[in-house]
Every structure is written in structure tokens, then in C-alpha cells.
């Protein structure tokens, strides 16, 4: 029987109530498919900043290496001043661990009402492919004389060939197994040096996938038409800093936050991936039990359809659209039933 090592991060806020719930729904998914797993609790983030000074352990990067994949919830704290090396647990793991691909789908769930209105299911299923290693988010540059008149900042990006070639590719190969189209949402008429040699790169790779359907977009456009038409949409293939902001979009058409999953990848798996709701540690509703740990779960299938378990990947899946159905929903979605009620249904769906 295959056996799967995970490495678990709860994180902050309502990380701690919607990791264990991912972890039973985990736990009994294995003993239906017949593989098991073993999982490892780490107690970084930012409530580990506040006592240890640093988000992880000193050697956390080379104790994580060791697992098959790190199943991880959410990082901050108010205390937490967020402009600090904050975040930093998420940043590290991402590039130490060379995980270039952020995948988020975005599809309408079974019995959930988009507030887009009329649109439905068929509409809305589509995937955000963020850059995860490289862009806005390199943290390249500086203060200089912050109090002074003449103070000024810096924030340098970095676009790297190689960087841009294999993310256009993981996105194009992914078109291959959907509906056939990558849409390149960009910002190149304005960013005229980063954002036109990423539209270069990604132009040169689409030539050798004449079989999918090729666009570009410029984000504001994209905005719109994701609210407007996002029927429109396949594969959104997008930068680092574009592809956070525009995946929050993606969570809100789809009703909640609550609902976004997403795998951090490396898909030469040369290093563990990561996988994680795309909302954060919602600090203002921590502790009550109410968070919606439908992405925490998600992430779950995202991940062990990662390792190679389709079949129990599509079984969460499809346990958490039974869910859906049938009205089982927390409280951001105008639900009443708990974190642990959704949990509980998920697994008997299943
Ligand atoms: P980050 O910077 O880490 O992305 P954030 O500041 O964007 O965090 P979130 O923690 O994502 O903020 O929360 C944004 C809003 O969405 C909050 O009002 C929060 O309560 C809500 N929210 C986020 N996740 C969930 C969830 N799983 N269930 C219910 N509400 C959620
Ligand atoms: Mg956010």
C-alpha cells in the first residue's frame, strides 16, 4: 500500500479550524483508496514569528524538503505588522522549493449562487495559472529617506526567460487538457520593459502549441470581463502580483473566498509542493468556528491529484459538490451550519 508523508502548517487565525477538518476529510479519503498517509504538524507562521522571532525554524526549508507534499493553511496575524518580512513562510517555501506554478480553479460549485446572477455553472469554470517565483513579487528595492521630503521608494520586478517559458508552458499543456485556451492577461501597454518581454516570451511558446487557442488581455479588461463574461475564460495564464489580486475576483464569483483551493507546484517534482486555500487567515472570524474550509478541503484533491491519486481526488471533489447540493453551507454564503458540520458532510459524501 502506497503511503504518503504530508507535512502540515496550520498557520494563524483560522488556519488551526479548517487544516484538521482537511486533514479527517484526507484520513478517510485514504482509507477508501486504499493508500495511507502520515502526516507531521509544524506550528510556523506568524504566532511562531512572535515568540521565535522568524516565521520557521532554522532549518524548517530542509525538514519540509523530506515530505511528499506540505498541506498548508494560512499565514498573519494583526499583531504582525504585514509590510515586515511577513509572509515570508510562504515566499520562502515557494521559491526555496521552486514552485513556480500557482494553480487556482475557479468553478462554480453544485447548489451555489454566483453574485454574478444569472450566470451558472457552464459560465464559470475556468483557472488562474499565477507566475509564483518571480514577477512584482520579488521584494527587490527600497526606502530611501522616508521622512524627508524628497523620501522616494523602490519595488523592481523581474522577468526572467526562463522563468516566463515554464510557466507558459505548464499553462499551454494544461489548455491541452481542458477547453483549449490560454488567455495572457497583461499590462505591456503601460509596463513597457517587464510586462512586453513577458507578452514576447509567452507569444514565442504559443507558436508551438498551434492547437490552442492564443489571446492577450490587459488586466484592466480582464476585470471587467471577468465579472461580465467569464464564460470567456480557460486557462488565465498571469504574473505574480495580477494573478493574487485577480484570484481574489475568481473566489468572489464563485460566492465566497471560503471556496478558493490552489496548489503551489513544482511540477518536475524536484521539491515537495504546497497546497492551500487561496483566502487568508480571516483574523476576524478566527476562533468561532464558522470559516468555510471548502478551499482547505479543495486543496486537498488539488494535492492528491498532485501525487498521483486522481480517483480520490475526483471523490472530494465530487463529496464536496454533494455537499453544496445540498445546502450545507457556512455562514459567508448565507448558510448557518458549522466548520466541523461541513467537514462532517464532506466525509460522509464521500
Ligand atoms: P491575505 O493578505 O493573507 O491574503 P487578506 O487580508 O486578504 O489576507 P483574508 O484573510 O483572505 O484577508 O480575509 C478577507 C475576508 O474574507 C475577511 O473578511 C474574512 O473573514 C473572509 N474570509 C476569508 N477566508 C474565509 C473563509 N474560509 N470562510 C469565511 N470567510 C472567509
Ligand atoms: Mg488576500
Redesign the pocket.
Given at each position: 500500500m502506497k503511503k504518503y508523508q504530508i507535512a502540515v502548517v496550520n498557520g494563524d487565525g483560522?488556519g488551526h479550524e479548517?487544516v484538521p477538518m482537511a486533514e479527517q476529510v484526507l484520513q478517510a479519503v485514504a482509507a477508501k483508496h486504499d493508500f495511507s498517509v502520515e502526516s507531521t504538524t509544524f506550528p510556523f507562521g506568524a504566532g511562531y514569528y512572535l515568540e521565535h522571532g522568524d516565521f520557521m525554524a532554522p532549518d524548517g526549508l530542509e525538514i519540509l524538503k523530506g515530505f511528499d507534499a506540505i498541506l498548508f493553511g494560512?499565514v498573519?496575524l494583526p499583531a504582525v505588522d504585514d509590510t515586515l518580512p511577513f509572509k515570508l513562510f510562504t515566499n520562502k517555501v515557494r521559491t526555496a522549493f521552486k514552485q513556480y506554478v500557482n494553480y487556482r480553479p475557479v468553478k462554480l460549485l453544485d447548489g451555489v449562487k454566483s453574485p454574478l446572477g444569472t450566470k451558472t455553472q457552464k459560465d464559470i469554470d475556468f483557472v488562474v495559472v499565477r507566475e509564483n517565483n518571480e514577477g512584482e513579487f520579488v521584494q527587490n528595492g527600497r526606502q530611501m529617506y522616508p521622512d524627508e521630503p524628497f523620501g522616494f521608494a523602490t519595488d523592481t520586478s523581474l522577468f526572467t526567460r526562463v522563468g516566463v517559458e515554464r510557466i507558459a508552458h505548464y499553462s499551454f499543456k494544461l489548455a491541452r487538457k481542458r477547453r483549449k485556451k490560454v488567455t495572457n492577461v497583461t499590462k505591456s501597454n503601460t509596463m513597457i520593459n517587464t510586462l512586453a518581454y513577458w507578452d514576447r516570451v509567452i507569444g514565442e511558446v504559443a507558436e508551438q502549441y498551434p492547437d490552442v487557442e492564443y489571446h492577450k488581455m490587459y488586466i484592466d479588461a480582464a476585470t471587467a470581463n471577468f465579472v461580465l463574461h467569464p464564460e470567456y475564460f480557460d486557462v488565465v495564464l498571469t504574473t505574480n502580483m495580477l494573478g493574487d489580486i485577480l484570484s481574489d475576483l475568481g473566489g468572489a464569483i464563485m460566492g465566497?473566498?471560503?471556496f478558493g483551493p490552489s496548489g503551489n507546484l513544482n511540477p518536475e517534482n524536484t521539491f515537495p509542493s504546497m497546497f492551500e486555500?487561496i483566502?487568508?487567515?480571516?483574523p476576524?472570524?478566527a476562533g468561532r468556528g464558522v470559516?468555510?474550509?471548502i478551499?482547505q478541503i479543495w486543496s486537498v484533491a488539488i494535492m492528491l491529484d498532485h501525487l498521483g491519486e486522481e480517483q480520490a481526488a475526483t471523490a472530494i471533489v465530487k463529496a464536496i459538490n454533494r455537499t453544496t447540493a445540498a445546502g450545507i453551507l457556512?455562514k459567508?454564503v448565507g448558510g448557518s451550519y458549522s466548520t466541523q458540520d461541513i467537514a462532517r458532510a464532506i466525509i460522509e459524501n464521500l
Open positions: 483560522i479548517i494560512a498573519g465566497s473566498l471560503g486555500p483566502h487568508g487567515s480571516a476576524d472570524i470559516a468555510n474550509p478551499g457556512t459567508d
